[in-house]
């Protein structure tokens, strides 16, 4: 196989368990094969876009594991795998990792732009934001947060930490392209119990600091 140094990695998260709200969202949004929750999952972002198509043929011919998304841009490309089997998703990853001579410290370490909270949300604004979101319904009174990550990717592991860490509702997640955006809906204590736990969680994420070079 011909050498891929060239290739630059953004995000890489391996998830032990998809959580019930999480699964359900994926399986929303993604065109390729569903993943139900308790399912381990690798989410991979490189840059150029194009290079994730060899790099699907790599994790999907190293192990059993089951594609759910792949998303192809010129800057950026996204994959999502996932597997009953923990050992298979990791090795799953790591293949694409050796494919590309890195490793996880060559990630780049997740960067919050924006961590910000909305009290008592009114019902206009409510439903605006339920016009276009693709998971549980924001409802009048309720607390929400918006957390702006980058790389995009990480905004995939934020949600699910935020719904290991508080009875929240996941309202919209978007993991691919320049910057990862997560909506969370719920009672005042729990999403900020949430934020906590999530701003804390992407800190804890280890990789090379700085932004990116692609625009």
């Known amino acids: 196989m011909d050498s891929k140094s060239h290739i630059d990695l953004r995000s890489y998260i391996f998830l032990d368990s998809l959580q019930l709200q999480m699964a359900s969202y994926l399986a929303t949004v993604s065109r390729g094969y569903l993943p139900v929750a308790g399912q381990a999952c690798c989410i991979i972002e490189i840059a150029p876009g194009i290079e994730i198509n060899t790099l699907t043929d790599v994790a999907l011919k ?50 919050i732009l924006t961590s910000q909270l909305i009290k008592n949300v009114e019902d206009h604004h409510a439903q605006l934001i339920n016009r276009t979101r693709m998971g549980m319904m924001l409802l009048r009174g309720d607390t929400l947060f918006v957390l702006e990550v980058e ?26 392209g320049k910057f990862g955006r997560v909506y969370i809906g719920g009672k005042e204590a729990d999403v900020l119990e949430c934020k906590a736990n999530v701003e804390k969680r992407l800190a804890e994420v280890s990789g090379r600091s700085g932004k990116d070079d692609y625009k």
């Not at 594609?67 to 089997?85: D, N, W, Y």
């Open 62 to 111: 190293a192990t059993n594991v089951t594609p759910g998304m792949q998303i192809v841009e010129r800057a950026f490309g996204m994959l999502e795998v996932h597997s009953s089997s923990q050992g298979d998703t990791r090795m799953a990853g790591e293949a694409v990792l050796r494919s590309i001579n890195k490793n996880e410290a060559d990630r780049l370490k997740p960067r």
């Open 151 to 176: 790389p995009a990717g990480y905004a995939y592991f934020a949600a699910n930490e935020a719904e290991k860490s508080a009875n929240i509702n996941i309202i919209d997640v978007m993991g691919f």
